[in-house]
């Protein structure tokens, strides 16, 4: 019998078109394609139709399968001999429970490869039309998951807000009260841009602009739902002139209503 591979393959923020050539193309040859909640349907479309796929998403509360379970189901495929594509939103290093999976796949012994993807933070940011960095506004990003854990975020709060520095946010839209009112609790001025972006590079996307102090109930207001991403600093104030993906749907839809 021939010897099974894993491609750990990130499948980016949601834009099909944002896949690499070597995602897409792995995709196309992959007989089992194992995937995550944030996976969405035109990157699935894109493996090959007698493709076995198998859901493993997790969910706020709702967990399909365990992280051990999903890390005994890549070795299996493996070493039935089959060529398995488990399929990451974003990037798999990145909050992505990645590094775990290659590490079960060495201790058994399985070949894999990790194809990186668009991060959440890099696209959606660009999709928003916020820089993470910039000469006039921040010369350094800092990267959290704001996983709630007992109804609060465990996170580092005295290290989070420092002038000069974007802060992104992933999975932070429940505990989004909770982090405005920590970070001005630590020094931050209420003013400070904040932004949540919903759905990023997808149709759906809606991005809500304000401060620490008015962002959380300006996303309760907008009924944003999850997966969503928050950017708190100064390059946020650039958002209302550069936000081009969002201006560009509507104008589009305008276009389309005013045709027809």
């Not at 193309?25 to 996976?39: S, T």
């Not at 992505?96 to 194809?115: K, M, P, S, T, Y």
């Not at 001005?184 to 932004?195: F, H, K, L, N, Y």
Request: glycine share 12%; net charge neutral; proline share 5%.
């Amino acid at each position: 019998m021939r010897a099974g591979v894993v491609y750990l393959v990130g499948a980016g923020p949601g834009d099909p078109e944002l896949l690499t050539l070597r995602a897409a193309r792995l995709l196309g040859e992959a007989e089992v394609i194992v995937h995550d909640h944030l996976v969405s349907a035109p990157i699935l479309a894109l493996g090959r139709r007698e493709a076995e796929r198998i859901y493993a998403g997790k969910e706020r509360g709702n967990h399909t399968l365990s992280q051990t379970e999903i890390n005994a189901l890549l070795v299996r495929l493996a070493r039935e001999g089959k060529r398995v594509i488990r399929l990451k939103g974003g990037d798999p290093f990145i909050f992505g429970r990645g590094g775990e999976e290659v590490q079960a796949l060495a201790a058994a012994g399985i070949a894999f490869e990790v194809v990186p993807g668009i991060t959440a933070a890099c696209g959606v940011a660009a999709y928003s039309g916020i820089p993470l960095t910039h000469r006039d506004h921040a010369n350094s990003c800092l990267f959290v998951a704001g996983h709630l854990k007992n109804g609060y975020m465990d996170l580092d709060w005295d290290s989070l807000y420092r002038p000069g520095c974007t802060l992104v946010v992933y999975m932070g839209l429940p505990g989004l009260p909770t982090l405005c009112r920590e970070l001005i609790a630590r020094g931050a001025p209420q003013t400070t841009p904040a932004a949540i972006a919903q759905h990023g590079t997808t149709p759906s996307q809606r991005t809500v602009v304000g401060t620490l102090a008015t962002l959380p109930q300006l996303a309760l207001a907008a009924q944003l739902t999850a997966p969503t991403l928050i950017i708190i600093g100064d390059v946020v104030r650039l958002h209302r002139q550069l936000a081009w993906f969002e201006q560009g749907f509507q104008e589009s839809e305008q276009n389309s209503s005013c045709s027809g």
